[in-house]
């Protein structure tokens, strides 16, 4: 986990962090913190080590998760773009600069730029083989603890979770 931890130390991502801090010390809603993206990381990989058992895979999932909802901290850089597509573009450079090779960067930009929305969720949770992206955007999904939040009444998630999983 050497490369995620340099992910996490990263001057960039420090930057990033508290942008998102400031940016959201208000709001009501579920937060886009580092306990959400470690929750996002931990989750993810569980169902992978479930669905595959491949436990190589453990960096890829985190590195992702520590960089999914960089975009929405960096609104005014974004000309348009959804936070998805801003935080794989903000994410590219970074994990380069981690050691992530162009392989693994692959596979979780595709999954950073497919995490958003819940249009799919159901689809692909009754799915039997999921690829990364898919098993990603589950974890982000499944990251968010809907049955307790005080805020659920006014929230506009379509699909809320309404029990534990994980």
Not at 130 to 159: H, N
Request: proline letters at 4%; one cysteine or more.
């Amino acid at each position: 986990m050497e490369r995620v931890q340099r992910i996490f130390n990263h001057p960039q991502y420090q930057q990033w962090l508290q942008d998102g801090k400031v940016m959201e010390q208000d709001r009501i809603f579920c937060r886009h913190d580092l306990e959400h993206c470690l929750a996002v990381g931990r989750i993810a990989y569980i169902l992978w080590l479930e669905q595959q058992g491949a436990p190589g895979m453990k960096p890829l999932f985190y590195g992702a998760a520590l960089l999914h909802d960089v975009g929405k901290w960096q609104k005014e850089q974004s000309d348009g773009l959804g936070h998805a597509a801003l935080s794989g573009i903000l994410a590219k450079e970074l994990l380069s600069q981690c050691g992530f090779s162009e392989k693994e960067r692959d596979l979780m930009l595709e999954a950073i730029l497919a995490h958003s929305g819940n249009d799919r969720w159901q689809e692909i949770a009754a799915k039997e083989k999921k690829t990364f992206a898919e098993v990603f955007y589950l974890g982000d999904k499944l990251s968010r603890p809907c049955w307790m939040c005080p805020a659920r009444d006014g929230c506009y998630w379509p699909v809320k979770n309404e029990e534990l999983v994980y």
